[in-house]
């Protein structure tokens, strides 16, 4: 079992960065994949990042390749979003997610078995 808690989210103006923590405990943490979503209001949940449990490979998004980047420590039990360049449009509460271990990054909500609660980032035009 993991438990997972997001942090760092807020208000940003457009063209600013945040990064995002997810702090995880449990002693599995570190042979999980694991990945972030985002879900605007009125959206369904989408894919935005994810890493394999070593770190070796990341996979993000078309929306945000080139501006946000997954790294993962183990030894801390953390996960990262580093999120540059921010737009409006990426306003959504985005979520940490656990997946089983894989050297494929799982794009589906479904495949991932656990989930922060969600920290908020708003981006101001």
């Known amino acids: 079992q993991v438990q997972l808690v997001e942090s760092g989210g807020g208000l940003v103006q457009a063209g600013g960065s945040l990064r995002l923590s997810c702090a995880a405990s449990g002693r599995t943490f570190s042979v999980n994949n694991m990945g972030w979503f985002r879900q605007a209001p009125g959206k369904e949940r989408e894919f935005v990042a994810g890493?394999?449990?070593?770190?070796?490979?990341?996979y993000v998004a078309d929306s945000v390749k080139g501006r946000f980047t997954i790294s993962r420590d183990n030894n801390k039990n953390m996960v990262y979003l580093q999120m540059n360049s921010l737009e409006p449009e990426d306003t959504a509460v985005y979520f940490c997610a656990g997946d089983r271990p894989s050297h494929i990054i799982e794009a589906r909500a479904s495949e991932y078995d656990y989930w922060g609660h969600g920290t908020q980032v708003t981006v101001s035009s």
């Open positions: 890493i394999t449990w070593r770190g070796g490979t990341t």
